[in-house]
């Protein structure tokens, strides 16, 4: 018989054999896994529909800095860690996934008519699995077959984020879709208006001014009027694009998490097409508090 010593000492051995045997078997499946995420094939392109910097790559690291930019850093990477989740939970895949990603600028007022670019249409695939979301702000087709394919168009629209924070206001409106660019002279004439009706009149007498320019001006431009410095020292346009700055920089972390709970719900879904129409119909999947914007001064 196997002295006691010798039995101890080659169980150690035999403990330590599996043992490095296992940690190499999971070297070897995390390597596997790592690899699957690598073969995602990423394409981004951001637009400026009015005519400004085009840019087209796998990254936005060339954009220059400003809240659009951090936004688009920040979904596209996102996007690939949802995609790259998938690849590693189904290995089942013959190609690697496609993954196109649009990030398209939308300003508030352009000086260029009809504007150069868009609106920006995103073409669904073709595919009897195809899902898709369609929203204001994200427009996403997913499919398998016969390869993993995501199209998605991210809308950084300034009229957009003006008629979310009317609506969170309490102002009633209707979509209006596209929210296309407002031309400078339509919007000059949106300000003379405003002036004229509201900003000129006796202290008294603006709760009645504004209940009737109310009817005549679009609710996102209303709510950006009524936000601005109430002054007619200076232009009042003035006042209203330094207002259009401020509820951008200060939305815009709102803004990017109302389009990641978006994708984390298109993702978690089965559902073969969801529809939002205004942000009050998020209220199920996202905090509106976290978007809104009480103060601009």
Known sequence: MMPLNLRIRSHKIAIILMASLLINVLAIKSTYSQQNCQNVQTSIQSIDETGGRQFSG???DSLPDSPFKNYATTISQHVRAKIDGMAQCHGDLKSSPEVKL??????????????IEGPFNLERTQSNDT?????????????????LVVRAVFLWSERQFLLDQALMSGIRASPTNPMVPIDQPMF???????TDSVLVVPSQARPAAQASISKRLPPEILWLFRHAFQSTRIPFSRHAKSALVSVLERGASGYTELTKAL??????????????????????????????????H
Do not use: G, H
Request: charged share 30%.
């Open 263 to 296: 994708i984390d719900q298109f993702f978690a879904s089965e559902t073969t097409e969801i529809r939002y129409e205004s942000a009050l119909d998020l209220k199920d999947i996202f905090t509106l508090d976290r978007y809104r914007v009480n103060r601009l």
């Open 188 to 194: 000059e004439q949106f300000v003379k208006d405003y």
């Open 102 to 115: 649009f990030f398209v600028y939308r300003r508030l007022v352009t000086s260029v008519s009809p504007p």
């Open 58 to 60: 796998t990254s936005v």
């Open 131 to 147: 899902r898709y979301l369609d929203s204001p702000w994200v427009k996403l087709t997913f499919s398998r077959s016969p390869r």
